[in-house]
Each structure stands twice: as C-alpha cells, then as structure tokens.
C-alpha cells in the first residue's frame, strides 16, 4: 500500500493479505507474495482474478496470472529450478540467471491464449522479454530454507543495451526473530549486496 496503512510489523502474512483483499479493487492488477520465513508462511494474493491461498513448500513460478499457471516460460522457469534446488547458493542463483534472461519465444503450439495477437503472443512467452515500449523490468528469485535462511536475488533491467544490476539479499529470519523478540537490539534486516 502506497500509503502505508497496512505496514504494521506484527500482522502474519495471512492477516496483512486478508487486509489487502479487502480493497484488492482499489488497486490496478497486481499478483503479491507475502511471507514469514520465521514462521514459515508463505501466501500469494491477486486481484486479476481475486485470489489468496497459502503456498505450500515446493517450487513455484508466478508471471502475470495466477501462481503456477502452466504458461512455457512458467514451465520453463519451473524445470529449471527443479534441476537446481539442491545445488548451493552463490552457484544455484548463477546457473538460473541464464533462465532468467532467457529470451527465445515459446513454439506457437505451447502458447496461451490471453486475448493478444499471436505475434505479441510469442513475444511475451519468453522468461526475458525485450519489445519497444515494453519489456522485463526485473526477474527474482527467492529461495527459503528450512533452517530459517532466505536468500534474494533481483535482477534489475535497464534500458538496453545496458547490463542488468544485480541485488542479492541474504538473512536468517529466525535468528532475526528471535532477536527482536528477545530485545537484542537486531534490526533484522538483511545485508544487502548491489554488484554490476
């Protein structure tokens, strides 16, 4: 919410989402996950159609439909991830930044139907999207641990030719929550590494 009526620090995830629901109407079309990783509670919300529902451990993708619609490049995105979970980090966020920026479109058999001409249609299956006047703006990719890790990774897309940035994020919200409980002083938030 721009107005920050509903940044309040100790609503869960699902409390702040029922919230947001409640003037999903008010605002343009938006998809939106909502997590705790102290908790670990994870929740996805839209408007475009009105959705909340939990998201259970797993893989997931989300581009401009619902969580996990089976669009290629969700798919793609999907399998890629798959294949990568149990790889380490930094090499994990390394080997999928090339899915990310993948920009080949998808076979016309593959393609939804969203209402688009078909020439737009292929443009917007690739994961990376470079058109005039339109395109990706950021790609991210966001992996929670068991133990409480989580680790951000967003990739920033400037007008071409130039090179993406590159925003990795890592923190352990459980030791940051306990903390905070405990009164340690943590602000809990996380170190943050802008790198080109």
Not at 96 to 111: C, E, N, T, V
Not at 163 to 176: C, G, I, T
Request: aromatic share 6%; proline share 7%.
């Amino acid at each position: 919410d721009p107005r920050g009526e509903h940044a309040m620090p100790n609503r869960g995830p699902g409390a702040y989402a029922e919230a947001v629901m409640q003037d999903a109407q008010n605002y343009a079309g938006f998809n939106l996950l909502l997590g705790d990783a102290a908790c670990g509670q994870l929740v996805w919300l839209s408007n475009h159609p009105q959705a909340l529902r939990e998201v259970e451990p797993g893989v997931h993708g989300l581009s401009n439909a619902a969580l996990d619609t089976p669009w290629p490049k969700v798919v793609g995105m999907k399998t890629a991830l798959a294949q990568q979970v149990s790889r380490e980090l930094p090499d994990q966020f390394e080997a999928l930044r090339g899915a990310l920026l993948h920009d080949r479109s998808a076979a016309d058999a593959a393609l939804p139907s969203t209402g688009v001409s078909l020439e737009r249609e292929r443009a917007l299956s690739a994961s990376f999207i470079r058109m005039p006047g339109y395109g990706t703006r950021s790609s991210i990719l966001l992996r929670l641990e068991q133990d409480g890790g989580v680790h951000v990774r967003e990739l920033q897309h400037q007008p071409m030719p130039a090179a993406p940035v590159d925003f990795v994020w890592n923190w352990r919200a459980r030791q940051a929550h306990r903390e905070r409980l405990r009164g340690a002083g943590s602000s809990g938030l996380p170190h943050v590494d802008a790198m080109k």
